[in-house]
């Protein structure tokens, strides 16, 4: 079985939001940078499961500039066979999904594995977009994934529960929380990991349908408001009069 | 088609009937064949931009659902109806080919989801189809003057950026609660649409829903709890809580990777995001992970007995004390407030 597991870098989920003089752009000064959860935790390893009880490979993609490599290490270190890396700035959701699919049109995946989201934007869009120019089925939100031959079952968060499908490969899977547990990388993976192929290739298409023109910080929280823990009805009355919420 | 604000007023008398052309067609959610509040919040969405358009809003049902031209009471212009049994369940690919055809028919350029599971999946396959500039989780109506931008939050809700759509067509998805639908119109007459279908590639094995209580995602008043509650069978206080105000409950994520709690309760980054009116924290720190899924909370009230506790910076109420003495405190007191009327 062939498997992709797209891989995205983050901030660390810590670390201090602020943006350049104009606004216009994200502050990455002594920003430190993290494989995105979803990915590392969710997609990969199960992709890396599913090859060890099938057989096959399991290769990682990102778009991203060289300083990703690191990144890509990772998950070559925790046990991906091989790395792609589309060497260009991820501006658009639209513009890493062409060039994830153009990678898989060429390779020709069974399994194609996302996290749900990147934990900085929260877009939720790559892995749908990929399906569409793939002309694949997709299950998102899933956190139960197993394949038996040809066929796939999974199971994915609908709106007030949980459905379980099932389909013909190849298909396209965003990964959820309960989809595997993490894998911690080992001494001999990091050593492997720096003889593994990390092919670098040059991106398709341009960008630019989707641009973020300014950032801002939310509105200060007004200062908390303390009631005494002996008077609840004061609480009540607050919530019912100020705040207005019951 | 001239979409500067100016000419909002006269071209709200633009006749939908006459003519063909709809610029914005929402996505009318059902499950189990009826309509959640979610759909109303869309449509009610929809008509307000179309209203700054100056063009109309068609709301498109798919599946078999009771009386959908009731949209019409929350702005859609116009309900066309796919009822095929087989769009019951989502499939993306049928859903997007549905609203590939309808908007092409339509000459529509925007196309609004809920951003519920539902709209989630669909935004991506959807945007690709009708080669349309997407922008997700936006809880404000976008600016249509010449360009077409919008805001949503980022890095889990510590800060907002604007996005340009620069594509001829848009595709959005809207966060629940964050738009009070009115009743701005009355029922419609809907019509019943044929479409393409293509093949069905997804077979469905079983369908597992919650009962009785609203999931949390939609839950307008929520009352969560952490590790402060030292074990799983001390919950009976919180479920009081939540049943007294008729709140979903929800916890940290320590709670539900120790299994004390179902692991869809568990909100924050790595789980869901949600943004009701009422969010009532009990024995939860405030952790920036845990922040990042709740503080688009139009109210919080944190209880916890440390007053260092980050969780207070986040909240608009708190009460410092121990949750085993206020939460039925506070549980007393809304039962007097009730039986007050
Ligand atoms: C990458 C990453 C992602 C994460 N994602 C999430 C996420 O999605 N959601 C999430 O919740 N966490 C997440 N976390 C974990 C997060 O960092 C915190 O560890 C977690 O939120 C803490 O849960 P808690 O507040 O329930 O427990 P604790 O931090 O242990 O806090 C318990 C609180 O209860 C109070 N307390 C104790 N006893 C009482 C009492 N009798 N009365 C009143 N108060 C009492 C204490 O003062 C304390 O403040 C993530 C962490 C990482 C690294
Ligand atoms: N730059 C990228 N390179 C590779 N994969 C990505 C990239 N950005 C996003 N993805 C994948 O798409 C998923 C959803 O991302 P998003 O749609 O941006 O929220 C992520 O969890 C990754 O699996």
Same mark, same amino acid.
């Given at each position: 079985?062939?498997?992709?597991?797209?891989?995205?870098?983050?901030?660390?989920?810590?670390?201090?939001?602020?943006?350049?003089?104009?606004?216009?752009?994200?502050?990455?000064?002594?920003?430190?940078?993290?494989?995105?959860?979803?990915?590392?935790?969710?997609?990969?390893?199960?992709?890396?499961?599913?090859?060890?009880?099938?057989?096959?490979?399991?290769?990682?993609?990102?778009?991203?500039?060289?300083?990703?490599?690191?990144?890509?290490?990772?998950?070559?270190?925790?046990?991906?066979?091989?790395?792609?890396?589309?060497?260009?700035?991820?501006?658009?959701?639209?513009?890493?999904?062409?060039?994830?699919?153009?990678?898989?049109?060429?390779?020709?995946?069974?399994?194609?594995?996302?996290?749900?989201?990147?934990?900085?934007?929260?877009?939720?869009?790559?892995?749908?977009?990929?399906?569409?120019?793939?002309?694949?089925?997709?299950?998102?939100?899933?956190?139960?994934?197993?394949?038996?031959?040809?066929?796939? @079952?999974?199971?994915?968060?609908?709106? !007030?529960?949980? #459905? +379980?499908?099932?389909?013909? &490969? $190849?298909?396209?899977? *965003? =990964?959820?929380?309960?989809?595997?547990?993490?894998?911690?990388?080992?001494?001999?993976?990091?050593?492997?990991?720096?003889?593994?192929?990390?092919?670098? @290739?040059?991106?398709?298409?341009?960008? !630019?349908?989707? #641009? +973020?023109?300014?950032?801002? &910080? $939310?509105?200060?929280? *007004? =200062?908390?408001?303390?009631?005494?823990?002996?008077?609840?009805?004061?609480?009540?009355?607050?919530?019912?009069?100020?705040?207005?919420?019951? | 088609?001239?979409?500067?604000?100016?000419?909002?007023?006269?071209?709200?008398?633009?006749?939908?009937?006459?003519?063909?052309?709809?610029?914005?067609?929402?996505?009318?959610?059902?499950?189990?064949?009826?309509?959640?509040?979610?759909?109303?919040?869309?449509?009610?969405?929809?008509?307000?931009?179309?209203?700054?358009?100056?063009?109309?809003?068609?709301?498109?049902?798919?599946?078999?659902?009771?009386?959908?031209?009731?949209?019409?009471?929350?702005?859609?212009?116009?309900?066309?109806?796919?009822?095929?049994?087989?769009?019951?369940?989502?499939?993306?690919?049928?859903?997007?080919?549905?609203?590939?055809?309808?908007?092409?028919?339509?000459?529509?350029?925007?196309?609004?989801?809920?951003?519920?599971?539902?709209?989630?999946?669909?935004?991506?396959?959807?945007?690709?189809?009708?080669?349309?500039?997407?922008?997700?989780?936006?809880?404000?109506?976008?600016?249509?003057?010449?360009?077409?931008?919008?805001?949503?939050?980022?890095?889990?809700?510590?800060?907002?950026?604007?996005?340009?759509?620069?594509?001829?067509?848009?595709?959005?998805?809207?966060?629940?609660?964050?738009?009070?639908?009115?009743?701005?119109?009355?029922?419609?007459?809907?019509?019943?649409?044929?479409?393409?279908?293509?093949?069905?590639?997804?077979?469905?094995?079983?369908?597992?829903?919650?009962?009785?209580?609203?999931?949390?995602?939609?839950?307008?008043?929520?009352?969560?709890?952490?590790?402060?509650?030292?074990?799983?069978?001390?919950?009976?206080?919180?479920?009081?809580?939540?049943?007294?105000?008729?709140?979903?409950?929800?916890?940290?994520?320590?709670?539900?990777?120790?299994?004390?709690?179902?692991?869809?309760?568990?909100?924050?980054?790595?789980?869901?995001?949600?943004?009701?009116?009422?969010?009532?924290?009990?024995?939860?720190?405030?952790?920036?992970?845990?922040?990042?899924?709740?503080?688009?909370?139009?109210?919080?009230?944190?209880?916890?007995?440390?007053?260092?506790?980050?969780?207070?910076?986040?909240?608009?109420?708190?009460?410092?004390?121990?949750?085993?003495?206020?939460?039925?405190?506070?549980?007393?007191?809304?039962?007097?407030?009730?039986?007050?009327?």
């Amino acid at each position: 079985m062939k498997i992709l597991v797209a891989i995205s870098k983050t901030p660390e989920t810590t670390a201090k939001i602020s943006f350049t003089p104009d606004n216009k752009a994200f502050n990455t000064d002594g920003v430190q940078y993290i494989m995105n959860p979803y990915d590392e935790w969710y997609a990969l390893v199960r992709g890396l499961e599913l090859k060890e009880a099938n057989g096959g490979s399991v290769t990682v993609i990102n778009v991203g500039p060289p300083a990703n490599d690191v990144i890509i290490r990772k998950a070559l270190a925790i046990g991906a066979d091989d790395a792609v890396r589309v060497n260009a700035e991820p501006l658009s959701a639209r513009f890493v999904a062409e060039q994830i699919a153009n990678h898989a049109k060429e390779a020709g995946y069974d399994l194609i594995i996302f996290g749900k989201e990147t934990i900085d934007y929260s877009g939720a869009l790559v892995p749908g977009m990929v399906a569409e120019l793939l002309d694949l089925p997709f299950f998102s939100f899933a956190h139960y994934l197993e394949v038996d031959g040809k066929t796939a @079952t999974v199971t994915r968060d609908i709106e !007030g529960g949980e #459905e +379980i499908a099932e389909a013909e &490969l $190849p298909i396209v899977v *965003s =990964a959820i929380k309960g989809m595997a547990e993490q894998r911690i990388p080992n001494m001999r993976g990091i050593m492997m990991a720096k003889r593994k192929p990390l092919n670098v @290739t040059e991106p398709v298409g341009t960008q !630019g349908d989707v #641009e +973020i023109v300014a950032y801002t &910080l $939310p509105p200060e929280k *007004s =200062a908390v408001k303390l009631v005494e823990p002996e008077n609840m009805d004061e609480l009540v009355s607050l919530l019912h009069e100020e705040a207005k919420v019951i | 088609m001239n979409s500067s604000a100016c000419c909002t007023r006269k071209q709200k008398l633009f006749n939908v009937s006459e003519s063909r052309e709809t610029m914005v067609i929402v996505l009318g959610e059902q499950q189990n064949g009826k309509f959640k509040k979610a759909t109303f919040e869309v449509v009610y969405y929809g008509k307000k931009l179309a209203e700054a358009k100056g063009t109309s809003c068609t709301a498109l049902v798919l599946g078999e659902v009771e009386d959908p031209g009731q949209l019409g009471r929350y702005g859609a212009d116009q309900v066309l109806v796919v009822s095929d049994p087989e769009l019951n369940t989502l499939d993306t690919q049928q859903y997007t080919a549905v609203m590939k055809q309808i908007v092409d028919q339509h000459q529509a350029d925007t196309v609004v989801l809920p951003h519920s599971t539902t709209g989630k999946a669909l935004a991506g396959r959807v945007g690709i189809a009708i080669d349309g500039s997407v922008v997700t989780a936006v809880n404000a109506l976008p600016e249509v003057n010449g360009s077409c931008t919008v805001s949503r939050p980022v890095f889990a809700g510590k800060a907002i950026a604007t996005y340009q759509l620069n594509g001829p067509r848009k595709v959005i998805t809207v966060t629940g609660n964050s738009i009070k639908p009115e009743e701005i119109g009355a029922p419609v007459q809907a019509e019943q649409i044929q479409a393409d279908l293509p093949a069905r590639k997804v077979r469905i094995k079983e369908v597992k829903r919650a009962t009785g209580s609203t999931p949390l995602p939609e839950a307008e008043l929520v009352v969560s709890a952490g590790r402060g509650m030292k074990g799983p069978e001390n919950w009976g206080i919180i479920e009081e809580l939540a049943e007294t105000l008729g709140a979903a409950t929800a916890c940290s994520r320590p709670v539900s990777d120790a299994d004390w709690r179902p692991h869809h309760e568990h909100v924050g980054q790595t789980g869901i995001a949600i943004s009701p009116n009422l969010y009532l924290a009990a024995g939860i720190s405030g952790a920036i992970q845990h922040l990042a899924g709740v503080n688009n909370s139009k109210v919080i009230v944190v209880i916890n007995k440390d007053p260092e506790a980050p969780f207070f910076k986040a909240a608009d109420y708190g009460v410092v004390g121990d949750l085993f003495e206020v939460v039925p405190r506070l549980t007393e007191a809304l039962k007097k407030f009730k039986s007050q009327g």
